[in-house]
């Protein structure tokens, strides 16, 4: 029987490395943007959920007093703590826990703060609550992540290269539907961010270690689509007939709790 969380842990356990060097995780706009807000609120507690490789914890680890670092996967996390403590910070914890039943107690940090991860959740709301729950009343909580185009034809083929390249890829959601979740939750939408994002096509392969035929699967299912989501995606297939690279977004929101 299928298990997402299973299926989550059984992707990263075997890819967690790939992700500390990952241009996309270690870097971006969006990063730079949170640790630009972080280190003018200079919180005394802050959650890092599903840390992943632990680009967040690492950077904005000079600004919080006391860091949490929570993820699902033990390889995720022994990565992340090796990657964090090897940058000279002490004062990020490592902890083993579910994005979607949050074991702290209520009100307990400043800051919680979701980076590209959220899209392997099954049950967004579940997540939501629970972040609502941890978090502090007048405390924030930021979501960074990819998000899939409004148009449900677009929305749809986006989610589908996906799951093909990541069974453990479960939605990237329309930016319209995580304010309404985040909303739904009791968490009150201030402020969103919308990031151009590209896909190096052998990057986002190699990241998770894909076998010839799937890379070959996915090149197929690049090409083949219609001109329109060709242009949308702006998908590049060079003269050889290999795709080089494709595009999407990803957004920053910012909600509170009041």
């Known amino acids: 029987m299928y298990n997402q969380k299973n299926a989550v842990q059984q992707t990263f ?16 706009k969006d990063l730079a943007s949170l640790v630009t807000e972080i280190s003018t609120l200079k919180p005394k507690s802050l959650l890092d959920i599903a840390v992943g490789a632990g680009h967040v914890s690492n950077a904005v680890a000079p600004y919080v007093e006391d860091v949490t670092a929570m993820d699902l996967t033990d390889e995720m996390l022994s990565t992340a703590e090796a990657f964090v403590t090897s940058n000279g910070h002490r004062n990020v914890k490592f902890e083993r826990g579910d994005a979607e039943s ?26 939501l609550e629970s972040v609502q729950r941890v978090t502090k009343s007048g405390g924030l909580f930021y979501l960074l992540d990819n998000t899939a185009p409004e148009v449900d034809e677009y929305d749809q083929f986006y989610n589908e290269i996906e799951k093909m390249r990541d069974p453990s890829h ?79 977004e990803s957004v920053l929101i910012r909600a509170r709790k009041l």
Not at 13 to 28: C, F, I, M, Q, R
Request: glycine fraction near 4%; include cysteine; proline fraction near 2%.
């Open 13 to 28: 356990s075997s890819s967690s490395h790939n992700y500390v060097t990952s241009e996309l995780h270690a870097k971006g």
């Open 102 to 127: 949050l074991s702290y107690e209520s009100d307990t940090f400043d800051v919680s703060v979701c980076r590209i991860a959220a899209h392997h959740f099954e049950h967004p709301i579940q997540f």
């Open 170 to 248: 479960y939605r990237a959601w329309k930016k319209s539907e995580w304010i309404a979740m985040i909303e739904r939750a009791g968490l009150v939408v201030e402020h969103l961010e919308r990031y151009p994002k590209v896909f190096q096509f052998d990057d986002w392969c190699e990241r998770l270690n894909l076998s010839n035929e799937r890379r070959h699967e996915l090149t197929e299912r690049l090409k083949s689509t219609n001109g329109e989501q060709k242009q949308k995606f702006t998908i590049e297939i060079d003269q050889n007939g290999d795709v080089q690279s494709f595009s999407g």
